[in-house]
């Protein structure tokens, strides 16, 4: 069974920064792509950044120049560097490993964690 843990949430005010972080643990031999994505009261769940084990980045272009996503695949962790944050932010955030191989070679697909909430108000 594979678990993904968010932090690095909190309130912040317009213009500000915050790093979320997402661990993966369990038994696991690799993991495929790596993202965040976020949703606001109300509002479907939006994609906010990927990232595939070989570094390439994607960004929903309301964040493009302020977000800036990582990992490390050592570590099977992903983060999310978020400049500039805008009170349209204001949302939880949740981590997202698309596929993850298994020690025993199984595949477990869509893993999400419980998310961690960002809120960016003066």
């Known amino acids: 069974q594979v678990q993904l843990i968010e932090s690095g949430g909190g309130s912040v005010q317009p213009g500000g920064s915050l790093r979320l972080s997402c661990a993966a643990s369990g038994s696991i031999r690799s993991i495929t792509a790596m993202g965040w994505y976020r949703q606001a009261p109300g509002k479907q769940r939006d994609l906010v950044a990927t990232?595939?084990?070989?570094?390439?980045?994607n960004y929903a272009d309301s964040v493009k120049g302020r977000f800036t996503i990582s990992r490390d695949n050592a570590k099977n962790t992903v983060y999310l560097q978020m400049n500039s944050l805008k009170p349209e932010d204001t949302a939880v955030y949740v981590c997202n490993a698309d596929r993850v191989q298994d020690r025993d070679f199984r595949w477990r697909y869509d893993n999400w964690g419980q998310g961690t909430q960002v809120t960016v108000s003066s």
């Open positions: 990232i595939t084990s070989g570094g390439f980045t």
